[in-house]
Nanobody
């Protein structure tokens, strides 16, 4: 069993930055592929960024490419999402997720591929 605890959400003005953290407990963190998703009211959960188990595979959604960056620190069992140049349309609940049993360079983009999820953290960007 893996528990994921997110932090770092909040209210920020457009153009500002936030860094989300997701701390994991349980099995060896380095064995997981990981991802970040978000869900705005009335919308489906959306893939934002993913990283393969090895860390060599990284993918960001077109909507955040160049503004958001996914990273991980295996020594701290923590993954991050650095969000810069935030826009009001980035407002949503953000979720981290991990998956085991993936290939070293595989990045998962479908929510159904992830086994464990954080509780979500609210990000609100004011105009």
């Amino acid at each position: 069993q893996v528990q994921l605890v997110e932090s770092g959400g909040g209210l920020v003005q457009a153009g500002g930055s936030l860094r989300l953290s997701c701390a994991a407990s349980g099995r060896t963190f380095s064995s997981y592929a990981m991802g970040w998703f978000r869900q705005a009211p009335g919308k489906e959960r959306e893939f934002i960024a993913g990283m393969s188990r090895s860390g060599a595979g990284i993918l960001h959604a077109d909507s955040v490419e160049g503004r958001f960056t996914i990273s991980r620190d295996n020594s701290k069992n923590t993954m991050y999402l650095q969000m810069n140049s935030l826009k009001p349309e980035d407002s949503a609940v953000y979720y981290c997720a991990v998956a085991s049993g993936t290939r070293a360079f595989t990045v998962l983009t479908a929510a159904s591929g992830y086994e464990y999820w954080g509780q979500g953290t609210q990000v609100t960007v004011s105009s």
